[in-house]
């Protein structure tokens, strides 16, 4: 039996100096799934991707022919990111985890807490009745009767974040939840945003929600 | 030689960094705790065509006749009616409507004693001894718009005598426009709008909830127009609509078609013995039809033609454009679904596991994200 013939050392040293090349210049490409910027950027990111891929002939590049597209996709490309709908409690963590991800945190750790407690809270006493008589500023009229717009079984916050609205004296409070309605419709992935301003009460800082509607 | 060496070095370490960050994300998914659940997370439907027509033609009429009662009022319309009606009964769907609009068996809410049963957390005190709600004892909300007694006492005089039972559907439409109406609102302005719905139920998620629906049945109501889409927007939607009923597959679908997927979803969902599609893999078969490559998970395509931001709306969506939803909409690497939109407020998609390719609608899913435009 042969042995196979030893690799020439140009060949490793060209290789080499591909390779590092090569891996600057991918670190160098942005993540499609990196922490993004607010909106507008996000938007432009979106265009501006869009305008660079034309080709002088101005058709978009994204009307390449099929047959580019790989015949049998390994596994590892089909994975969805997300988690769809209907997931359950299993899904709340990877929901959680990219919220956290796309909106890093700006917020002192401590504010982060009260905000959190907060608005859960508030989104509970909104959205069933529960814990209203606790913001008599947001619900005016909770010494009366409430007949609870979502049902308290089976309602679950999936994720929530705390996070600066503009300016160090307001924040939003991030909520994903799962609820049934008066009729019956039992939907995930909801989304509401509760707003705070820092306020002083009794000579203490303290976050105060603003009304809603 | 030397030439092949280095093509196959170079391979191996675009292999090696191209897989590096997706075998994280599959590591991530395989820590997650899985558990079943049979929650479906998506309310289905959205059009006229899912309203029981006797509910339907009782909205119409109270949206024509409450001007009579409230002069001053603007912009009543039957999607509103059907956006309240969706949330408080899903219009009294299971029962039986007779022609005068009577339903039957009558629909009672719970029973407000405060016991927490539903939700209930205060006691109301009877009002009516049982004439309406059939119980002498407490209270409760009655009929397909849930009107307490107390309130439906209210609204029988506003009405001049007209209305007379709330297990009526016309009466129980007209009385909601009257009572939504006020003192004469204009139900066109948004402002106004929220106020009607929120003095039904003061809750702010009560409001979002039913302006939803009412978002989605007014687009619904429009006509698709579909007549004027050719060419390759019209490849794109026909080979999406082609595969209706097609099952979900988690990982499934390629440019080629339905295909197995992958194990596993978070809950532990496996698309390994299923042929079908997930959301994007739908969209990617879709748009290469028309000869478009996309890349295959959804938050990627969002990065793929011009992007049509959320805070336009989905009135900016036309028919062929991806649509994506996200849990924190303008931040993209949150998306986690993509349909294609068909026009009237509906789109083409593959919902989730346990589902088939379907038609949904756009705004009774939260989490609108905009969309992009290819053609």
Redesign the interface.
């Known amino acids: 039996m042969t042995t196979p013939p030893a690799r020439s050392p140009r060949l490793l040293i060209v290789s080499a100096v591909l390779l590092a090349v090569a891996g600057i210049v991918l670190l160098g490409v942005p993540r499609s799934q990196g922490p993004p910027a607010a909106e507008s950027s996000s938007t432009v990111t979106a265009n501006q991707a869009s305008a660079a891929s034309k080709p002088p002939d101005g058709k978009s590049t994204a009307a390449a022919s099929v047959s580019t597209a790989p015949a049998v996709p390994t596994p590892s490309v089909l994975e969805s990111a997300l988690p769809p709908h209907g997931e359950g409690v299993a899904g709340d963590r990877a929901a959680q985890q990219s919220l956290e991800a796309a909106w890093p945190s700006d917020l002192p750790a401590a504010d982060e807490r009260q905000l959190l407690t907060a608005g859960r809270a508030l989104l509970r006493a909104d959205a069933t009745g529960v814990g209203r008589t606790k913001w008599p500023d947001v619900f005016p009229d909770s010494d009366q009767a409430v007949a609870p717009a979502f049902a308290t079984v089976r309602f679950r916050i999936q994720a929530a974040i705390a996070r600066r609205d503009g300016s160090p004296d307001k924040a939003v409070v991030h909520l994903v939840w799962a609820g049934t309605d008066r009729g019956g419709t039992y939907t995930d992935l909801r989304i509401t945003d509760l707003f705070f301003t820092r306020t002083i009460k009794k000579g203490e800082p303290t976050w105060t929600p603003q009304p809603r509607i | 030689m030397?030439r092949w060496?280095?093509v196959v070095?170079?391979l191996l370490?675009?292999a090696v960094?191209c897989?590096a960050?997706?075998?994280g994300?599959?590591g991530?998914?395989v820590a997650?705790?899985?558990?079943?659940?049979n929650?479906?997370?998506?309310?289905e439907g959205g059009s006229a065509a899912d309203i029981p027509p006797r509910m339907l033609a009782a909205y119409k009429k109270a949206s024509q006749q409450v001007g009579k009662h409230v002069p001053k009022c603007r912009g009543m319309r039957w999607p509103i009616l059907a956006g309240i009606a969706?949330?408080?009964?899903?219009h009294a769907v299971g029962r039986n409507i007779t022609a005068d609009g009577d339903i039957r068996p009558k629909i009672y809410?719970v029973l407000?004693n405060g016991s927490?049963a539903?939700?209930?957390?205060?006691?109301?005190e009877d009002t009516d001894g049982g004439k309406w709600d059939g119980n002498s004892q407490g209270?409760r909300?009655v009929g397909p718009f849930?009107f307490?007694p107390s309130t439906w006492e209210g609204v029988v005089e506003d009405a001049d005598g007209e209305v007379s039972d709330p297990h009526n559907a016309d009466d129980a439409a007209l009385g909601a426009a009257i009572y939504l109406c006020g003192n004469g609102r204009d139900l066109t302005k948004r402002t106004q709008l929220?106020?009607a719905v929120?003095r039904y139920?003061?809750?702010?998620?009560?409001?979002?909830?039913v302006l939803g629906w009412i978002d989605q049945y007014t687009a619904a109501a429009k006509d698709p127009n579909l007549k004027n889409v050719t060419g390759r927007i019209r490849t794109v939607i026909e080979a999406a609509l082609s595969q209706r009923g097609v099952p979900y597959s988690?990982?499934?679908g390629?440019?080629?078609g339905k295909s197995t997927?992958?194990c596993c979803?978070?809950?532990?969902?496996s698309g390994t013995n299923i042929k079908g599609f997930?959301?994007?893999?739908l969209t990617?078969y879709a748009y290469?039809?028309?000869?478009?490559?996309?890349?295959?998970?959804?938050?990627?395509q969002?990065?793929?033609?011009?992007?049509i931001?959320?805070?336009l709306g989905t009135l900016a969506l036309k028919p062929g454009d991806l649509v994506f939803?996200a849990?924190?909409?303008?931040?993209?690497?949150?998306?986690?679904?993509v349909g294609i939109y068909l026009g009237s407020g509906q789109m083409v998609n593959a919902?989730?596991?346990?589902t088939v390719v379907r038609l949904d609608g756009v705004n009774t899913?939260?989490?609108f994200a905009?969309g992009?435009r290819?053609l």
């Open positions: 030397r060496g280095c070095a170079l370490f675009a960094c897989a960050p997706v075998a994300a599959i991530a998914f997650l705790p899985t558990g079943a659940s929650d479906a997370g998506i309310a969706k949330v408080e009964s899903n809410g407000l927490g539903g939700g209930n957390t205060t006691v109301f209270e909300a849930q307490l929220k106020a929120f139920n003061q809750s702010g998620e009560y409001v979002a909830n988690w990982g499934g390629n440019a080629n997927g992958i979803s978070p809950s532990g969902k997930d959301c994007s893999g990617t290469a039809k028309a000869g478009i490559s996309l890349p295959r998970v959804a938050v990627a969002a990065g793929v033609g011009r992007r931001p959320a805070s939803f849990t924190a909409p303008g931040r993209d690497a949150t998306i986690y679904h919902p989730k596991p346990g899913m939260s989490g905009g992009a290819l």
